[in-house]
């Protein structure tokens, strides 16, 4: 699958539907690689609900809520297009029936030929599963699957993201799980204008040649936010040199509450 057709898996998740409903809070995700896309955002690009991956001749769907993926074990009438369109996708037109992996200890135990994998990610699987399962979507399986970051660790009292096995195997598929509330509506709507930036990777390209574009620094913010001093394979000198080499003022005098330019010049250093 080439970039340009990559690039054509929202219009194909959402062919013919203009909204999903709304899963509890969801959480927020940010794709960060050029094998991932935005697939659907909340109210704005920071606020990533769904995320499409490929990896290897594999492809993959995730949630930012892990009631989601219990909409493909359980299928509703009302959601039966947004499912169908899916499983077009995840399959590349091949009908295969969804089946969980919630239960399963070990691939093994799972008949996969013909099926669509599907995973609640607060459902803890080993180290050695997740490999399996990669090696699974690597091959040509698809996988839907999500979870509710922020519940998970409310559940888990003295745990950080990096423990839990769900959001390890995200970034290894190029997908960071946050530990945010998102903000969105119910239901919500699918906006083409949000998914346009299609990942961190795009966005850091764009803005070495637009660096004013603030719609692209609010991403490459909240993005920072989340990954700490640095984007993987992408040094912090060049996100330094991306904002400070803008040729206008990001905040406008009017709004900035340093009003002194020499003095607002010595803050960003």
């Known amino acids: 699958m080439d970039d340009s057709e990559f690039d054509q898996v929202p219009q194909i998740i959402f062919d013919g539907i203009s909204s999903i409903e709304r899963k509890g809070v969801p959480g927020t995700l940010i794709p960060l690689t050029n094998d991932t896309r935005a697939v659907l955002c909340g109210d704005d690009s920071t606020n990533v609900i769904i995320v499409a991956t490929r990896f290897g001749n594999g492809r993959c769907l995730v949630f930012a809520h892990n009631g989601y993926p219990y909409m493909f074990l359980n299928i509703e009438e009302k959601n039966r297009k947004f499912v169908e369109n899916c499983q ?29 994998l599907v995973w ?51 970034d290894y598929i190029g997908v ?18 949000l998914i346009k ?18 719609e692209n620094l609010a991403i ?17 000198e060049t996100l330094q040199n991306i904002v400070m080499s803008a040729s206008q003022e990001i ?6 509450p340093i009003k002194d330019k020499k003095c607002r010049e010595q803050s960003s250093g």
Request: net charge negative.
């Open 176 to 193: 960071k799980v946050t530990d945010n509330y998102s903000s969105c509506s119910d239901p919500i709507e699918f906006r083409e204008d």
């Open 197 to 214: 930036f299609k990942n961190v990777y795009h966005v850091v390209r764009d803005l070495a040649h637009n660096p004013n574009n603030v």
């Open 88 to 116: 077009r996708w995840l399959t590349r037109g091949y009908e295969a029936e969804f089946v969980s992996i919630n239960d399963a200890d070990t691939m093994s135990d799972i008949e996969t030929h013909g099926k669509i």
């Open 120 to 170: 609640d990610g607060h459902c803890t699987k080993s180290d050695i599963f997740m490999n399996e399962l990669c090696t699974f979507l690597h091959e040509g399986g698809g996988l839907i699957c999500g979870t509710t970051a922020w519940g998970w660790l409310q559940n888990s009292s003295g745990k950080l993201l990096a423990d839990f096995p769900f959001a390890r195997f995200c």
């Open 251 to 256: 905040i406008p005098n009017d709004s900035c």
């Open 220 to 236: 490459i913010g909240s993005a920072v936010k989340e990954l700490g001093d640095t984007l993987p394979g992408v040094p912090i």
